[in-house]
């Protein structure tokens, strides 16, 4: 597995926000490299900057030092053919149909309307949306819209797949299937993850490597590199004593940022 | 810091424009601000007009009158409207298509009936005022959360006590606000009457000085009105705040 | 059905009352005309109010017109740009908040009577309503939308096309509801302040006369159409709403 390359490389990157209450400082000196193929979790307090992280890796926020390449070029601003984003929340335009949703970064990429339409309704069926194409997002539930915005992502076909507490606002049961769908996504297409959650399960489940951060101002407290084969069984021993070790070092930061 | 310098900046370079057009075109029309100055001290010193303080009195308590009636008869209205279901539900959309008509198509009728002097003024400003005072009582009650009466009344609170300790307070931030607007509307009417047609008060001296091209004269009279217009404006916001943390 | 029925009987009882108050020589007949001398000054009125009404809505249109065009578009720029927004701000919401009546002299001065001037006093009306509206639309617009068209590559002239502006229809559509009052208001004022045509100055008139059922007779003319222009609106808008959800 160490023998893939690195595609994304993250070095000394730091981040401090001016506010109307005072200086911010979300990041401090992070560095992280991501191999191709990778799933990679962010895992840490509330705070601690991975939304920032993230959307530097998107183009949307520079860094005031450091610096990140994607596939050895430096990240300038959005490249939606590199990097796509899914937000916390799901961020469906209301106005647009799941179909509509779906190829609306095509659309913004000039691909004609035949092309672009094909592209999307052939995501439907992995999506699980083939008969929702025509709904508007306001007659979908929070998992469809949520499976709407990953389908948005994945529409242009970028290398790698950044996700930002993507199934945080789902309920326990849906969540969990959510997690199921993505991994076979994931394996079907051999993406690139940077996934963010607060969740242990999700992170043991999915992730080839699970990065825990330190609250604020953020930095990589350990990051572990997970072996086991998919699908995992997650009462397994080895399993239970991975969680709680993680859990160990996630509980000190909660704590710390609680403070 | 650098947005106020930018608007302090705006207001600057508005009024040098202004001076600088208003010269170039007709000093007497474009009335630039250089010419508003020495009217707006003959005005002050009661030099221009010297019954300046006994128009404003007059337009003060035109106000006042026409508030206090739109308060009386708004408040009311909408209780009325607001605990009786059917009635609200019949009234309410009546109301507000009345609402949708421009109120200034009254007045000629206020007018013919009340006559040129305060009356029709007061009963215009009170016209303004009534409406959304009424409207945001209706609105207010509608935002109590029932379930709250309830829970009150299970806990053994009589009529005086829920509405005094359950709806007031639910319906204070909108009804406080419909006071504040009806009170701007208020001397809105009052000023629109005095100047489609009046004898008296502040209205009948704008149009005095722009019926005789007095357009320096013009300008600080409507300055001295705006005056009283914000000034009624801050006092209501004063008092929306008081109300506000009355509740809390 | 029984708020229809209560409806009608209230619009009966008060007309019925206003009949009994008039006939009984309670109010004077010359200031209070009763309804049943109302409806045959309808009549009588009918050509020369019918010609005042349609040059008064003229006139609206277009102040209504370039009050719309002209507030949402100052509204999307304003809004949009953070500059622009702060330091802008509280001018507009004070030009919003004056009585706009006090600088009517002056615009009478400067651009004369007719059309002129009651077309700039409508949009006087129209456009900050509408303006202030739209501009917070723009800024309260859900931040995760333009994130995830910027995160997709989307340039600034796509964010205002795709993301922008169709997230601000509602509120267009709301300006444009209360703008359409406030322009006949504006026009419906000149022509009574300066007119020399139009439905104020013939509310003007009657009650300068002394022609109490003609004016009551106008005025109900003036208000049933505002009524139904309002009401014509807010059916559109429904029916736009459900279109679009
Ligand atoms: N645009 C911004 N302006 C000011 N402060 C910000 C901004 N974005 C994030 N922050 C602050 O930076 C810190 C890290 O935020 P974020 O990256 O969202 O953390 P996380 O996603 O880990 O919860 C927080 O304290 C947050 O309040
Ligand atoms: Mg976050």
New interface residues.
Partial sequence: MSARPELITIEGVTKRYLTSSGPVDALHDVSLSVEEGAFCTLIGPSGCGKSTLLGMLGGLVTPDRGRLLVDGRPVTGPDPRRVATVFQEAGLFPWRTTLQNVEFGLELQGVPAERRRQTAAELLGPLGLSGFAEKYPRELSGGMKQRVAIGRALALDAKILLMDEPFGALDEQTRLLMGEWLLDIWRRTRKTVIFVTHSLHEALFLSTRVAVMTARPGRIKTALDLTMEYPRAMESSEMVALRAKLWSEIREESLRAMR | MTVVGLRLGLLALFLAIWEIAGRKVNPLLGVPPSAVLPSLRDLLLLRSYPDLPASLWLTIREIGTAYALAVAAGLGCGFVLGMHRLVGRAWGPMLAALYAVPAVVWYPSLMLFFGLDAASKIAFGFLLGFFPIALAVLAGIRQVNPQLVVVARAYGAGTATVFRRVMLPAMLFTLVGGLRTGLVLCVIGVVVGEILGSKAGMGALINHAYGLLRTGDYVALVLVTLVLVVGSDVLASLLERRARRWTE | M???I??IV?VIAALGVWEVVARMGWVDPL??PAPSAVAPALLKIGRGALAGLADTLGKTAVAYVLSVVLGVSAGVAVGSIR?LR???S??VIAFY???K??????IV??LGYGTTPAVFYGVLHGFFPIMVLVMGAVRDV?R??V?????????TW?LYW??LL??I?PSVLGGMRLGV??C??GV??VE??AGVRG??HV??S??NG?Q?PE??AA?AL??AA??AI??ALDHLNDRLSRW??
């Avoid at chain 3, 009546?101 to 002056?106: G, R, S, T």
């Avoid at chain 3, 994130?147 to 340039?155: H, K, P, W």
């Fill in positions: 029984r708020v229809r209560l409806q209230t200031f209070v500059l702060e330091v802008l509280p001018y908040g004056i009585p009546i006090l600088v009517l002299p002056w001065l400067l859900d995760t939308l994130a995830v068209a910027r995160s997709l590559g989307a340039t796509q795709k993301v169709p997230a229809v009052v406030f006949l208001l419906l004022v009574m302040f439905m104020g509310l003007g009657y009650a002394f109490a004016l009551f005025t003036v208000s505002s009524i309002v009401l679009r959800g």
